[in-house]
Nanobody, 122 residues
C-alpha cells in the first residue's frame, strides 16, 4: 500500500497550491480519503476529506479556501488564499469503509502517506 503526496512548496500569502496524492496497492473504491496537516506546535489535524456517502468534510479554517477532489486513485487538494498559519506538513490518509459502507477519515485512518511540506510566507 502506498500513498504518495506531491505538490507542496513555498508560496507567498494569498497564493495557491494544489496537492496530489496517488494511491496504489489497495482497492481505492473501498476507502474514504482525507488530507491532514501538522503545523508547528500542534498535533496532526484533519483538513478535508471524502465520506462514505460521497460527501466531503472540511475543517472550519479550510472552508471557502480549500477544495478536495478525487479522481480514480488520485486525491487532490486545491488550496487558495493561503495564509502563513497554513504552513506545515500535509499528509494523505485512507480510511477503509466499514461493513455498513460508511467511513470518516477524520475519525480513523488505515494508511498514511509520508507528507509534503507547505510553506507560506507573509
Amino acid at each position: 500500500v502506498q500513498l504518495v503526496e506531491s505538490g507542496g512548496g513555498s508560496v507567498q500569502a494569498g497564493g495557491s497550491l494544489t496537492l496530489s496524492c496517488v494511491a496504489s496497492g489497495f482497492s481505492y473504491a473501498g476507502y474514504c480519503m482525507a488530507w491532514f496537516r501538522q503545523v508547528p506546535g500542534k498535533g496532526r489535524e484533519g483538513v478535508a476529506g471524502t465520506l462514505g456517502d460521497g460527501g466531503t468534510i472540511y475543517a472550519e479554517y479550510a472552508k471557502g479556501r480549500f477544495t478536495i477532489s478525487r479522481l480514480s486513485n488520485t486525491l487532490s487538494l486545491q488550496m487558495d488564499i493561503l495564509k502563513p498559519e497554513d504552513t506545515g506538513t500535509y499528509y494523505c490518509a485512507a480510511a477503509r469503509r466499514r461493513s455498513s459502507g460508511t467511513c470518516n477519515p477524520f475519525i480513523y485512518a488505515n494508511y498514511w502517506g509520508q507528507g509534503t511540506q507547505v510553506t507560506v510566507s507573509s
